[in-house]
């Protein structure tokens, strides 16, 4: 049997122990590529002309990804809450706990922005459809310009700084895998 020997001493079977389970590596990395499609989509709008359906439907992808961030991000820190998470890879307590910190950070973003991008559309007077699924969110609030206004300059200001955020989490993750060698981005890629 392939066994190994923990540095406590106890035994523990690899691949199973240290890693995350099956259903927290779907939820990161299909919150990874919704992100994706949603920062995709605005920056393409930008290219579009005022007006145009190009416009149009960017801004309905920008939308629609990032409701499905929140439709995923909710049950993801549910699970999260009830599975724990496994013990971090041996190394100095500071990059543990500020790894550990980033990751409450990232939490609070995958709910916090969508919510927030939500709420300035239905203040605008607004509410998102989503065509392909047949559905239509409910207004969390009513029109309100001034709430619009504040509101969405936080979602703009939060998407801006979160370019920062996520691509020093990608690089962190990155420095395990290729410099220090150890099993940070193996234990979140499969099982
Ligand atoms: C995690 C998900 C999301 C991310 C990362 C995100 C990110 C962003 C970014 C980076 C911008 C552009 C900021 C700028 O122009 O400086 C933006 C704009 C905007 N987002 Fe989001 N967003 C998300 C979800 C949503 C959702 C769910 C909605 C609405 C249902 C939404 C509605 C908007 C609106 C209305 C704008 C302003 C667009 C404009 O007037 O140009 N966003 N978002
Ligand atoms: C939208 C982008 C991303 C978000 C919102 C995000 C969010 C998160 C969160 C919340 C965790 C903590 C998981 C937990 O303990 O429950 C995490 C872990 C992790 N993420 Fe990301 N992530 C993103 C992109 C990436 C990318 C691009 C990479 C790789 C290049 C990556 C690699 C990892 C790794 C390896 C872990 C596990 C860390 C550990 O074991 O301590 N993430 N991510």
């Known amino acids: 049997m392939n066994r190994l020997q923990s540095a406590s001493g106890a035994m523990a079977f690899p691949g199973t122990a240290r890693r995350y389970d099956g259903l927290a ?77 980033m990751h409450w950070v990232l939490y609070l973003f995958i709910v ?35 709430l619009k206004n504040q509101v969405k300059e936080i979602h703009e200001t939060l998407g801006t700084a979160f370019y920062l955020v996520i691509g020093l989490h990608a690089m962190a993750a990155l420095f395990h895998h290729y410099m220090l060698g150890d099993n940070t981005l193996r234990r979140m890629w499969r099982r």
Do not use: C
């Not at 995923?72 to 549910?78: M, Q």
């Not at 013990?87 to 990059?95: L, S």
């Not at 239905?122 to 392909?132: F, I, S, Y």
């Open 112 to 146: 916090a922005q969508p919510v927030l991008g939500l709420l300035a559309l239905n203040a605008g007077g607004h509410v998102l459809a989503l065509p392909a699924l047949g559905i239509e969110i409910p207004a969390l609030v009513g029109p309100d310009q001034a």
């Open 25 to 101: 590596i779907f939820f990161h990395w299909a919150v990874f590529l919704l992100i994706a499609a949603a920062y995709a989509a605005i920056e393409l709008k930008g290219f579009a002309g005022k007006g145009t359906p190009a416009r149009s439907l960017t801004m309905a992808a920008h939308e629609g990804a990032g409701v499905l961030v929140l439709a995923l991000a909710v049950p993801r820190l549910l699970w999260r809450l009830v599975r724990g998470a496994p013990a971090a890879e041996p190394g100095p307590r500071w990059m543990q706990r500020a790894g550990g910190a």
